[in-house]
């Protein structure tokens, strides 16, 4: 799917935006005020009829209503806005992951006072990493990633076990979003094991480029394997910018995930959201069809 005119102008839009000089301002993002850097991406992505954010939104509501309310894990929280949106349209009990300096204020600012809402500031990392030393990685603004760090400096770590044990709301959790900027293929994988218990359905971007960079160690693909194998049969998936791409089986992602190899502008879009349902989760696997047409 090539850009359209309407693209090109919105990433020019975007460029010249991103030049601005930085400072804490205050915004509106679909009606909810927010404090942000002036130059933070957010109300370009999400302007006018964008679906930016909405699949997570919508995940959130449907589990929601058909559970009677929603304990939401976030990680890569930023600066709180998926917590606001989320909460603007439903009752949630949410933890914040949010280790990098450069967000922590304005996480806290947004939502460090809500009820049921709990800020960590701290690099959320599998067992594999334990005790390991983590440094974040700025590349935009807006926008991090974790790695493991070369000289033993770094941040608070915590695994995703620890996280469980401090967090005993995370017993019931039923929505797991993963932003982590390439890191998401090491993650995913040990939160579906630490919260398998109560099954959340999985929200975590998908691209391979940051995810070399990363976790170069790593085949992408295999995250696959290791989510049917924990029983994560249901996918869905949406490109970066909110727009359905459609259902698949968990399974036949490795073969999908092809067009990923393809020049961006040959498939008009950066790289996938997903989100995934466990076989035995019902609710989790109605949500998926509700949203995929």
């Not at 690099?123 to 493991?148: I, K």
């Not at 469980?164 to 709301?169: C, F, V």
């Not at 109560?198 to 975590?204: A, G, I, Q």
């Not at 092809?258 to 996938?272: C, H, M, Q």
């Amino acid at each position: 799917m090539a850009p359209t005119l309407g693209d090109l102008a919105s990433r020019l839009r975007l460029a010249l935006y991103l030049r601005l000089p930085d400072r804490p301002v205050r915004r509106r993002v679909r009606g909810i005020e927010m404090l942000l850097p002036r130059r933070h991406a957010l109300p370009h992505f999400t302007r006018g009829s964008s679906p930016y954010a909405v699949n997570l939104v919508e995940l959130a509501r449907l589990i929601a209503e058909a559970e009677d309310g929603l304990c939401l894990l976030d990680i890569g929280a930023n600066v709180g806005d998926s917590a606001l949106l989320v909460l603007d349209k439903t009752h949630a009990d949410v933890v914040c992951v949010e280790p990098d300096p450069q967000w922590i204020d304005y996480l806290e600012h947004n939502v460090g006072a809500l009820p049921h809402v709990a800020v960590e500031p701290s690099v959320l990392v599998g067992p594999e990493d334990a005790g390991a030393s983590m440094e974040l990685v700025h590349e935009s603004v807006g926008t991090s990633h974790v790695q493991r760090s070369t000289d033993g400096s770094g941040l608070p770590s915590l695994t995703t076990d620890e996280l469980l044990a401090k967090y005993p709301q995370l017993a019931d959790v039923r929505l797991v979003k993963s932003d982590t900027d390439g890191y998401d293929v090491q993650l995913v994988p040990a939160l579906a094991r630490t919260f398998l218990p109560s099954k959340p359905v999985l929200f975590f971007e998908f691209d391979p480029r940051p995810t070399a960079v990363a976790t170069p160690e790593l085949e992408p693909n295999d995250i696959w394997d290791v989510l049917v194998d924990l029983g994560y049969e249901h996918a869905l998936v949406w490109d970066n910018g909110g727009r359905l791409i459609g259902p698949a089986a968990t399974a036949e992602l490795r073969e999908k995930s092809a067009v990923l190899d393809l020049p961006e502008k040959e498939r008009g879009y950066g790289f996938w959201d997903v989100a995934v349902a466990h076989r035995d989760d019902a609710v989790g696997r109605k949500v998926l069809d509700q949203l995929s047409v």
